[in-house]
């Protein structure tokens, strides 16, 4: 008994109180359950969209309905804009994650808000392209109620399911710029800690990770 | 937290790469097998692809890997209600479908 106590009170236990005990800041772990909850209102978007798929005799073919490309407008790009949009927000996720990486490990002031400021362009670019192919889809016919590639139920899912994913991008965006405000007068030099960078840097991440999912389904199955 | 002498920038374009690879295979195999294979051949695909990269952009991108165990247990143990959701949903879905047609 009087070993184990000793064993006890050498070896720190985590659960006891003083710090915490998953190790991060509270504004961090904070930021880690809003996503949890965040990816409920995106899984029950997703999953509406599911069960009234399988609802449907026939839906309509992504390659039809996303064959258009700004510029080229005769020829026929089946699903080579959206790659290009997929593509712009990995690569706007690879500079948050170096903007996150320099902030934490160099506190370097310059290298964050340049990779910041890269972030906040890559966000830019997809939402003007997400705003290109609602117009052109609009235009097309594709609204709420009507379709013309299909089942009316797509346009009611796309344009509320892409467009939550967008006001995302876009609330990303804005956040993103205050945070490089702050990066370039030197608020976290002052504080000592680049961690909100990180936090952002997680809410930016979870807009990636949520179109892994809209892509799948929209443009794949 | 990462340990000494890890090179995370060359973890992340590491990361950067395998994501970008299974994105055009994922749209390569959209383009070209589409109707000349089994769609639930290729679905099983995009789903699995889907969710390998959720899991680097997840662990790497958003440094769920270097957290502790408890947290990582917190974050992922909820998404088993989603699980259950998709597939109570989609066999209702499927329900409503005979019911639309007789």
């Given amino acids: ?172 965006v804005i956040i993103n710029i205050i945070i490089l405000i702050n990066v370039l007068r030197g608020v976290y030099d002052r504080r000592g800690s680049y961690e909100m960078v990180e936090k952002v840097g997680l809410y930016w991440h979870f807009v990636d990770l949520v179109w892994v999912f809209v892509f799948m389904a929209f443009y794949l199955l | 937290m990462v340990r000494e002498g890890f090179d995370m920038v060359k973890e992340i374009w590491k990361t950067f790469w395998i994501l970008l690879v299974v994105t055009i295979l994922e749209i390569g195999l959209a383009l070209t097998l589409t109707g000349h294979v089994p769609q639930m051949l290729l679905n099983v695909f995009y789903i699995l692809a889907s969710l390998a990269k959720a899991f680097y952009i997840v662990a790497v991108f958003m440094h769920l890997k270097f957290e502790r165990k408890y947290l990582i247990i917190t974050v992922l143990l909820p998404m088993v209600f989603m699980l259950f959701a998709v597939v109570v949903l989609l066999v209702e879905g499927d329900w409503w479908y005979y019911l639309k047609r007789y």
């Fill in chain 1, 1 to 172: 008994m009087t070993e184990s106590s000793l064993t006890m009170s050498v070896k720190p236990n985590v659960w006891q109180g003083g710090f915490s005990p998953f190790r991060i800041s509270w504004g961090k772990l904070m930021m880690w359950y809003f996503l949890v909850g965040d990816s409920f209102s995106f899984g029950a978007f997703l999953i509406t969209y599911g069960a009234l798929r399988f609802s449907y005799e026939s839906w309509p073919l992504p390659t039809e309905v996303f064959k258009s490309f700004p510029f080229l407008e005769n020829v026929e790009v089946p699903l080579g804009f959206v790659s290009f949009m997929t593509f712009t927000l990995i690569m706007s996720s690879v500079t948050m994650v170096l903007a996150v990486h320099y902030g934490n490990a160099e506190r370097n002031r310059y290298k964050v808000a340049k990779w910041l400021a890269w972030t906040i362009v890559g966000g830019l670019i997809f939402l003007s392209s997400q705003a290109w192919e609602w117009t052109h889809l609009i235009t097309h016919g594709m609204t709420m109620k009507h379709n013309p590639f299909g089942a009316p139920a797509f346009g009611w899912l796309f344009f509320t399911i892409t467009g939550f994913h967008g006001f995302h991008v876009f609330t990303g």
